[in-house]
């Protein structure tokens, strides 16, 4: 392993922050890691650097996690299991399942970021969660070195949550992530509204888990920006849930707020819609900025720093709750 120093760490998140590693150091095997930690014991970690937000140059040792493979595990006549590692893009390994007809995921294409940071927060995207395919989750238990085996029910799994983000965090380094998809009885996920209206103007009646994630590239490319082209981290804020009745009292003065049910008592109201009707959707203050296609999304236009978007995503907070009485809670993690 080569530690390097003041290593620039703007191609290292989605971003594009420009902050500097005082201390640098890529890992590409399990082992690597273990031997690292028995001496390193101040660092931070870096996978897809793709739902995070620097705000300063970092003076622990940073580590970037890039150990790759995909191997199966075992199958059946319907099924397969898979052990991908963590350095594994997420992307390139949902199209690679799509290319083996490997269902599943395919709902979850063009998310970016890496496989071993998937679980922590429960990706999800188009009616389809990534716990709903995986088995289990291997960790290095960073006081011991240890690799510790979590299934898929003790990872505790919720609406873009599990215990590595809550219980267990910063006590665990993801190594590996294991997934259930299927060979050739896909269970087809089309209902979510967007893929509807895609595959109805390609004119496809009986998709595939091919056309679905060609639908899902497509409204993604033409609703959210390319990290390469213009940095950012997908959806900032998280969707919030709010009671019925604060929702029925927010209709009868804005009439076209949506929602989605979450319970008989609870509702889910898209942040998105919330940060465009206080006027964000667009807008730029200096090198920071909201899409213009998707208010979720806050952007670096070129040489923001990380205190001036997290300054423009108070400002956003602040205008949601006074306008509409909800707090929009954060999704991407702030590095302070």
């Not at 690292?36 to 897809?48: M, N, P, R, V």
């Not at 083996?100 to 071993?116: A, F, K």
């Not at 208010?295 to 300054?311: D, F, P, Q, S």
Request: with cysteine; hydrophobic share 40%.
């Amino acid at each position: 392993m080569n530690i390097q120093k003041n290593i620039s760490l703007k191609k290292y998140n989605t971003f594009g922050i420009s902050v500097n590693a005082k201390r640098f150091v890529k890992v590409t095997s399990v082992y690597e890691l273990q031997q690292l930690l028995k001496t390193e014991k101040d660092f931070f970690l870096i996978s897809g650097g793709s739902n995070m937000l620097l705000t300063k140059n970092l003076e622990q040792l940073v580590i970037l996690i890039d150990i790759k493979g995909i191997s199966i595990d075992k199958e059946s006549n319907n099924s397969v299991f898979l052990t991908v590692n963590a350095g594994e893009n997420w992307h390139d390994f949902v199209l690679w399942c799509v290319g083996e007809n490997y269902g599943g995921l395919e709902n979850l294409s063009l998310i970016p970021g890496n496989v071993g940071t998937c679980p922590i927060q429960n990706i999800g995207a188009y009616g389809v969660e990534v716990k709903d395919t995986i088995t289990k989750v291997e960790a290095l238990e960073i006081e011991t070195g240890k690799l510790v085996t979590f299934s898929g029910e003790e990872c505790k799994f919720g609406y873009r949550d599990s215990i590595f983000k809550n219980t267990h965090k910063n006590l665990f380094i993801i190594t590996s992530v294991s997934f259930k998809l299927t060979k050739n009885k896909h269970k087809i996920n089309s209902s979510y509204g967007a893929i509807e209206t895609e595959l109805a103007t390609q004119k496809i009646t009986s998709p595939t888990i091919k056309d679905i994630s060609n639908a899902v590239i497509a409204i993604r490319k033409s609703k959210l920006p390319d990290p390469n082209e213009i940095g950012n981290s997908g959806s900032f804020f998280k969707n919030p849930v709010i009671k019925l009745s604060h929702y029925n009292a927010l209709k009868k003065v804005y009439s076209s707020i949506p929602s989605y049910p979450v319970s008989e008592t609870l509702v889910k109201v898209p942040a998105g819609w919330l940060v465009e009707n206080c006027g964000f959707k667009g807008r730029r203050f200096g090198d920071a900025g909201v899409h213009k296609n998707q208010a979720l999304v806050l952007v670096n236009y070129g040489n923001a720093t990380g205190i001036e978007i997290y300054n423009l995503a108070k400002k956003i907070q602040k205008s949601v709750i006074e306008k509409f009485d909800i707090s929009l809670e954060i999704e991407v993690n702030i590095i302070q």
